[in-house]
């Protein structure tokens, strides 16, 4: 059993195991439901009279406060809840692939839902002639934001067998790493401490690294930053996960 | 084909495993006796790697549990305490994925589905969903896993913890048949199915072994022959003047 072979076979579990349920249709109309009245009605699309999708994907990082926390909740408190945890385990599946397995189907699920908001795109063509690079660019850049999210909900997720706990824990810790590089925490930090800290503090922030890659460069390291960041929360999920089985 | 040397395993302050020493053959089917919280899932959860001992060496068919633990567990099938299972699956897609992880591949993994089927008797409920299903389905549905890949080691947390009487004597009947070709521990509350498919019993008591040997020479170890008796002596609290009684 390879390393690839485990995580495939987790992978796809996991992600037969959304549509298996009406979990996936219920938050996939909830996600393209927010999505839109989130554009229209409080982004005033319409009055802008621009054809744009910077609105659509200004309300992506505070959605997915909200939404992607409840996708990644269950990840890995459900199992520790039903006990599949330990037939997980037991089988012969490395930690690593387990984590990574789980991560994936829960990615390529938010993708789906993201990709299922493409009739913005085709609202915007009709009206008028967007740049497809940029929007192409933001929902690239939304995805990796997603994922960045979804690292952290999976990690935090494998602390507890509650999922109501994995859910508040992640919104608190995805917003703290939203909020850092909103103007607002910017400013007060810049009142007293120096450049070096105020860069440092917003360059964690999803926020700084998302609205680069939203108009229109997808510059390397944004990528990396989302990369390195989810890399990081599902080395600390294995990390979690093994402490609890040692001895 | 079961080696373990001085396992001792420690939640904080609590020994729940306190030194075990013992071997299991192939054709062997060991029963753990004990009282609740004696040490018994604890052991199994180990011998299977799903907890790091804190101390001492397990070694399944010649592969260190710590060392490999990959080969260990490939020659391990496991029935964790109450047979969990991914409640949102049905027997066939359950089975399907342990197969996958199993390595086992389109013909072969198609046959030994159809085998583990047949010999639990599963073939009436395969797709429904594991959640919906009465205990003893989802007892068995545990089981064909556990039996999937005809594996050499056979460890079953309370194999017929749960079932009615008819159940319980058609998975008796079963491991009884698998037993000549693997070595097996079972764990029971059940006395009566220490007589009935242990070639050999151990009573564990706050971590240690109590007792060990044939179901016969446990019963000789009290004047009225009844095993029931010879657990209640060596597991209550002043076991051990009562053991000395029955010596």
Known sequence: MSFWNATYAVFRREFEGYFATPLAYVFIVIFLLAMGSFTFYFGQFYATGRAELDIFFGFHPWLYLFLIPAISMRLWAEEQKTGTIELLMTLPIPVTAAVLGKFLAAWAFAGIALLLTFPMWLTVIYLGSPDNGVIFASYVGSWLMAGGYLAIGSALSALTNNQVIAFVLTVVVCF?????????????????????????????????????????????????????LIALFLFINVIVIDQKRAG | MIEIEGLVRRFGSLTAVGGISLRVAKGEVLGFLGPNGAGKSTTMKMITGYLAPSEGRITVCGHDVVEEPFQAQSAIGYLPEGAPAYPDMTPVQFLNFIAQVRGLKDEAAKKAIDVAVARTGLQSVLEQRIETLSKGFKRRVGLAQAILHNPPVLIMDEPTDGLDPNQKQAVRGLIRAMSAEKA????????????????RAVIIDKGRIVADGTPAELHAKSPTKRLDDVFRALTTPDAEIKAEAVA
Not at chain 1, 179 to 195: K, M, N
């Open chain 2, 184 to 199: 097996t521990i079972i764990s029971t509350h059940i006395l009566e199915e220490v007589d009935a498919v242990c070639t």
């Open chain 1, 176 to 228: 703290m790493f939203t909020i850092s590089g909103h103007e607002l925490v910017l400013d007060f930090f810049q009142s007293w401490a120096p450049l070096v800290i105020v860069n440092a503090v917003s360059s964690f922030s999803f926020l700084t690294h998302y609205a680069a890659i939203m108009n229109g460069v997808i510059d390397f390291r944004d990528i990396i930053f989302f990369g390195s």
